[in-house]
């Protein structure tokens, strides 16, 4: 089961996996607010036969939190693993495993975390390793035992490969202590803080359309101009100092997976705010596109 706002990489991954153990995907609608509907999940759980639920907490665009914990409390009561994409969430807000009910956690460093490009981290629940054995295995997360055979560790080594960026993975960890130390409560309140600013003075432009849904949100701030195209807006606003990207809207489908290249009227421009931000640096974006 994967919900209608998962990362397009992540669908091409989950096609691969399907493909090779003859599964299905089966796509769950969002609820009024834009998040994933639980109650679709509820009955497509009781229905039976589910080999995973995935979800991504935050997706790339639309600027709300999708409720991890509620899906992670409905998988374990159906005994059904939980796979939660937390690259956008993490280093924004405050994440404990245990409440969110997740089997398998995956984060990167590049994003809100702040930490190198080309880090991530993966946890895993004890209870659930031996259920995996990773794509590929070398001498650091498998032993050989003669013969032809291999043991796959026992540890977290087995998620693991002998060569790695001892530079990136100091830096992924100075930047989680970073994260750690200002404390995720206090980062959450702020980043929320102004990106509700951010919205709240958006939504006052007349040419400007906020495009955010959900019922928790977080720092990521989506919007459109009437008139104008978001990859001009994004290279103009760059002219001035002020970064932002552009990214596609989920699938007005609710069959539809957020696969292939979008352009125009799909796509908006993106702005993620963080702690470091100013009220003053808000409204200097928005009074650009008075």
Avoid at 22 to 51: F, K, M, S, Y
Avoid at 71 to 85: I, Q, S
Avoid at 193 to 211: C, D, I, M, S, W
Avoid at 259 to 288: C, K, P
Wanted: proline content about 4%; aromatic content about 6%; overall charge neutral.
């Amino acid at each position: 089961l994967i919900g209608r706002t998962e990362y397009a990489g992540n669908v091409i991954a989950l096609r691969q996996l399907a493909r090779r153990n003859d599964l299905q995907i089966v796509v769950l609608d969002d609820d009024p607010h834009g998040q994933v509907d639980v109650e679709h999940l509820q009955r497509e759980l009781e229905r039976g036969n589910v080999a995973m639920v995935t979800l991504t907490h935050v997706p790339m665009a639309n600027g709300l939190v999708n409720p991890a914990a509620e899906v992670g409390r409905r998988c374990r009561a159906a005994g059904v693993m939980f796979v939660l994409d937390a690259c956008q969430s993490v280093g924004q807000m405050p994440l404990d495993v245990q409440s969110l009910g997740c089997d398998v956690l995956a984060g990167t460093g590049r994003k809100f975390l702040r930490g190198p490009r080309g880090t991530a981290f993966l946890y895993v629940r004890a209870s659930s390793w031996n259920g995996f054995e990773p794509a590929m295995l070398d001498g650091h997360s498998a032993i050989s035992t003669g013969a032809g055979g291999f043991e796959v560790r026992g540890d977290a080594r087995r998620f693991e490969t002998w060569e790695t960026s001892v530079a990136g993975r100091l830096g992924l960890g100075r930047a989680a202590d970073y994260a750690l130390a200002l404390g995720l409560d206090a980062v959450q309140e702020r980043v929320v803080g102004l990106a509700e600013q951010l919205r709240a003075e958006l939504a006052a432009v007349p040419a400007v359309t906020v495009h955010d849904r959900g019922i928790t949100r977080c720092g990521i701030v989506t919007f459109s101009v009437k008139g104008s195209d978001p990859l001009n807006i994004r290279t103009r606003l760059a002219d001035q100092g002020i970064n932002v990207s552009v990214a596609p809207l989920p699938f007005a489908q609710a069959g539809s997976l957020p696969i292939g290249t979008r352009q125009g009227e799909d796509m908006v421009v993106r702005a993620s705010v963080h702690y470091y931000n100013t009220e003053s640096e808000i409204q200097r974006l928005v009074g650009f596109l008075r």
